[in-house]
T-cell receptor
Framework: AQTVTQSQPEMSVQEAETVTLSCTYDTSENNYYLFWYKQPPSRQMILVIRQEAYKQQNATENRFSVNFQKAAKSFSLKISDSQLGDTAMYFCAVQYNTDKLIFGTGTRLQVFP | DTGVSQDPRHKITKRGQNVTFRCDPISEHNRLYWYRQTLGQGPEFLTYFQNEAQLEKSRLLSDRFSAERPKGSFSTLEIQRTEQGDSAMYLC??????????FGPGTRLTVT
């Protein structure tokens, strides 16, 4: 079975600091995409960042970057200069040859002033 | 672009009743997905349409669930004879490219 594991149910960080959220996945596929989605309280899911498995270079989107370790099947999200608006549930997801996303259980991130 | 919309946003129903949810994708998005999210969990895939064709269904989608996408535009998800275990957030997403899904706000279903 293809699974996604987020081992940190909750994380907290002070405003302006850096935090890293962990994600591991299990697959025998070679081609796939990895995603981090953000779900703010009572708001809809938003795509934060995407990584193609065939690319060695780690993806970056402004304050968000990933550390993709294909051999280790690890895909962590680093948020730099954390802002209060980053408070949300963060979901790691994998997409294989089919179109469906397979999500982890999420990490609740709280940013404190 | 108005984004993916879902209606209703909240639905409370009694066990045994039928409910229907609607999803309007972003215009020109030919792919449409339904997911279910229970409390404390990530979304789980239910089914997927490309245009009007339903291409994949999860084993989570029991015979009480049916989804349609007539004419490849909006989609409906119907649950017949609802059970308390059906209580969840039902999310719809759409995409134009294979690897970028845009989510709607969801429909929260409570079965009493």
């Amino acid at each position: 079975a293809q699974t996604v594991t987020q081992s940190q149910p909750e994380m907290s960080v002070q405003e302006a600091e850096t935090v890293t959220l962990s994600c591991t996945y299990d697959t025998s596929e070679n081609n796939y995409y990895l995603f981090w989605y953000k779900q703010p309280p009572s708001r809809q899911m938003i795509l934060v960042i995407r990584q193609e498995a065939y690319k060695q270079q780690n993806a970056t989107e402004n304050r968000f970057s990933v550390n993709f370790q294909k051999a280790a099947k690890s895909f962590s999200l680093k948020i730099s200069d954390s802002q209060l608006g980053d408070t949300a549930m963060y979901f790691c997801a994998v997409q294989y040859n089919t179109d469906k996303l397979i999500f982890g259980t999420g990490t609740r991130l709280q940013v404190f002033p | 672009d108005t984004g993916v919309s879902q209606d209703p946003r909240h639905k409370i129903t009694k066990r045994g009743q039928n409910v229907t949810f609607r999803c309007d994708p972003i215009s020109e998005h030919n792919r449409l997905y339904w997911y279910r999210q229970t409390l404390g969990q990530g979304p789980e895939f239910l089914t997927y349409f490309q245009n009007e064709a339903q291409l994949e269904k999860s084993r989570l989608l029991s015979d009480r669930f049916s989804a349609e996408r007539p004419k490849g535009s909006f989609s409906t998800l119907e649950i017949q004879r609802t059970e308390q275990g059906d209580s969840a957030m039902y999310l719809c997403a759409s995409s134009q490219t294979l690897y970028e899904q845009y989510f709607g706000p969801g429909t929260r279903l409570t079965v009493t």
